[in-house]
């Protein structure tokens, strides 16, 4: 069974720094390109970043670039989302899953709960 679990979301002030995780199981995590996506309620995901299977190539949405990292650990089959100057409009619910899974309310497949980002001084 696929699971798909983020955490590391939380409470932070304008301008800091969040770390999130995504521990993901019941699939070859090495084979799929990952990505990470956040939602605001009322409103349509965006995807802010991805990285390849192997880390050699990423993407970055315009708004988060020189800010946001995202990075792997195919041992350990988790992704990361470093988030640096952390903005208001970062404020949102964060999600990882492939790239090109639609959005988590109106996609059929398999997401995570999401973990919420609260950017606030």
């Known amino acids: 069974e696929v699971r798909l679990v983020e955490s590391g979301g939380g409470l932070v002030q304008p301008g800091g720094s969040l770390t999130l995780s995504c521990a993901t199981s019941g699939f070859t995590f090495s084979n799929y390109n990952m990505a990470w996506f956040r939602q605001v309620p009322g409103q349509k995901c965006e995807m802010v970043a991805s990285i390849g299977k192997v880390s050699d190539t990423y993407t970055y949405q315009e708004s988060v670039k020189g800010r946001f990292t995202i990075s792997r650990d195919n041992d350990k089959n988790i992704v990361y989302l470093q988030m640096n100057e952390v903005k208001p409009e970062d404020a949102a619910v964060y999600y990882c899953?492939?790239?090109?899974?639609?959005?988590?309310?109106?996609?059929?497949?398999?997401w995570g709960q999401g973990t919420q980002v609260t950017v606030s001084s």
């Open positions: 899953n492939v790239p090109g899974s639609g959005c988590p309310d109106t996609s059929d497949l398999i």
